[in-house]
């Protein structure tokens, strides 16, 4: 039976580090770290998100403000509205909360914000200076998930790395930020031959492909760390294999990751759960990032 990767009592852990850090530091610079929650729309899982980012940010010190967009806004309007806060000497961090509508180019908006404010690490120069080891942010779920092996004393050193997912916000610089940990990288995707046996040499296998159960028990190598980023929602059911039905008699929506995760747990060393492991390390990641820009801002160690 694996252990778990807690990412809820990791994620307690970094926030409360950060908590003791921004203590320390208003001591030196006199006023805390502030960050700008920027949400266009109103969509029921980024009004989530963003609620929750703003009260763990407050939670730890910083002052957070969350700025909400009809979704009829303009690409120019967002652009000033980004700009305004870029110039803002109070303000250390900046978050756009994605997806945007579809009117509005979501690269020129990520790389409107500037590079020393960026919490997410989505802007090219920080993506840069991750590659070739400079400070900075980190992106923020590929940090969560290097946190949370460093918890569990998981050394990446010397392992053979499946990475299952090669998109720009996770699978890519997770792979090269686990390089950089001198990991031997393997990234799978679409086009990978043979999925399973590639998964199967792996000591850590990450599944960041986002269909639910890509990953079978029989494509895990016996004792290997399984990280899982996937967040799917699928019907639920019971135990007899039928759908549950909410208090309106609609079908129950459950999350799931991208492993089979009930068998995977019999076979694999060490498991992050969904939900429950990545997604609280992600916003951990973010109050961790703005605190690196509020040092670097406010020229503080």
């Not at 296998?205 to 986002?210: E, N, P, R, T």
Request: net charge negative; glycine share 8%.
């Amino acid at each position: 039976m694996a252990q778990l990767l807690d990412g809820k009592a990791t994620a307690k852990s970094v926030r409360g580090e950060l908590k003791r850090e921004i203590k320390r530091l208003v001591t030196l610079v006199e006023r805390p770290p502030q960050s700008v929650f920027i949400q266009v729309g109103e969509n029921p899982a980024s009004t989530t998100y963003v609620n929750l980012k703003h009260k763990m940010a407050e939670r730890i010190g910083c002052v957070s403000t969350i700025a909400r967009m009809a979704d009829s806004i303009t690409q120019d309007e967002l652009l000033e509205c980004i700009q305004r806060y870029n110039e803002d000497r109070n303000v250390h961090g900046i978050l756009v909360q994605l997806p945007l509508p579809e009117h509005i180019d979501e690269s020129v908006i990520v790389q409107a914000i500037s590079p020393r404010k960026d919490v997410d690490c989505f802007h090219p120069e920080n993506v840069g200076r991750m590659i070739i080891g400079l400070p900075g942010p980190k992106p923020a779920t590929p940090l969560g998930i290097v946190t949370l092996l460093d918890a569990y004393g998981i050394d990446v050193k010397g392992l053979n790395v499946t990475v299952v997912g090669r998109s720009n916000l996770v699978g890519k610089p997770l792979g090269i930020m686990l390089l950089l940990r001198h990991g031997t990288v393997t990234y799978c995707h679409t086009r990978t031959r043979d999925l399973a046996a590639e998964c199967k040499r792996a000591d850590l296998l990450i599944a960041a492909a986002g269909r639910a159960g890509i990953v079978t028990p029989e494509m895990i190598k016996p004792g290997a760390v399984v990280v899982d980023v996937g967040t799917n929602f699928i019907p639920a059911v019971d135990e007899n294999g039928q759908p549950v039905l909410d208090e309106n008699g609609q079908p129950k929506q459950q999350q799931v990751g991208d492993v089979e995760f009930n068998a995977a747990e019999q076979i694999t060393a060490w498991i992050s759960p969904v939900p429950g492991g990545v997604g609280p390390m992600t916003i951990a990641s973010v109050l961790s990032n703005t605190v690196t820009l509020y040092k670097l801002i406010e020229g503080v160690d």
